[in-house]
């Protein structure tokens, strides 16, 4: 089964609002990678971590790798309803091995 | 530049028929994936390849078969299709790691209904 556990399942925020949502593994990963999936399109890339305790941010989006390479964490300041989708993140354990995914965090967002 | 294309997008089988989903990427990647999610369950990796004429298991690989022919195509078969198949599709394509970026790109997926 799935390595990660992403949390929380879904969310129910009002317009504005930050929004927080993070990844947990059993596992070392090298690499640290979330997407987002709009309805009826394949996920894509928001942000990527590669080094631990990196802390990376693409417009109101930041995201984080954690020091011990077992979670990751990713936080939306100020939310606009286009936020609304599901938010996956995956991680890499090293050359050769393959992309495990979250199952998702649906955000949903109140205007 | 086109990233990662799949074909077809949507397809309706019966129980029993087979088919093969085509993905095709223009970026010189050498790892592809193929994807399955379903409701409440995220991506499931079916299987993978980490280059030409290699191919390997995911967590779901019962009832699907792969080849990886050419880098820039990855094929999904389905040798006789069962209604727990019915699910929406996604191939992926990355450089490995250590390698530039390990991201991977999705295709926009292939919705498939098996009746």
């Known amino acids: 089964g799935q390595q990660l556990n992403q949390s929380p399942q879904s969310m129910f925020i009002q317009e504005g609002e930050d929004v927080s949502m993070n990844c947990t593994s059993s596992?070392?990963?090298?690499?640290w990678l979330w997407y987002k999936q709009d309805p009826g399109e394949g996920p894509v890339l928001l942000i990527a971590?590669?080094?631990?305790?990196e802390l990376t941010s693409n417009g109101r989006l930041t995201a984080q790798f954690g020091i011990t390479r077992k979670d990751s964490f990713l936080n939306i300041s100020a939310s606009i309803p286009s936020d609304v989708g599901i938010y996956f993140c995956?991680?890499?354990?090293?050359?050769?091995?393959?992309?495990?995914f979250g199952a998702g965090t649906i955000l949903r967002v109140k205007s | 530049n086109a990233g990662v294309t799949q074909t077809p997008k949507f397809r309706v089988l019966k129980t029993g028929q087979s088919m093969t989903l085509l993905c095709a990427q223009d970026?010189?990647?050498?790892?592809m994936y193929w994807y399955r999610q379903d409701p409440g369950m995220g991506l499931r990796l079916i299987h993978y390849?980490?280059?030409?004429?290699?191919?390997a298991k995911g967590e779901v690989p019962d009832g699907y078969n792969v080849s990886r022919l050419k880098k820039q195509n990855f094929l999904l078969g389905l040798e006789s299709a069962a209604p727990s198949q019915t699910s929406v599709y996604f191939c992926?394509?990355?450089?490995?790691?250590?390698?530039?970026?390990?991201?991977?790109?999705f295709g926009q997926g292939t919705r498939l209904t098996v009746v």
């Open positions: 992926a394509s990355s450089y490995p790691q250590g390698v530039g970026n390990t991201e991977a790109f």
């Open positions: 596992s070392i990963f090298n690499t």
């Open positions: 971590l590669y080094k631990a305790g």
């Open positions: 995956a991680g890499q354990l090293g050359y050769g091995n393959k992309l495990v």
């Open positions: 970026m010189n990647h050498e790892y």
């Open positions: 390849s980490v280059g030409e004429g290699t191919t």
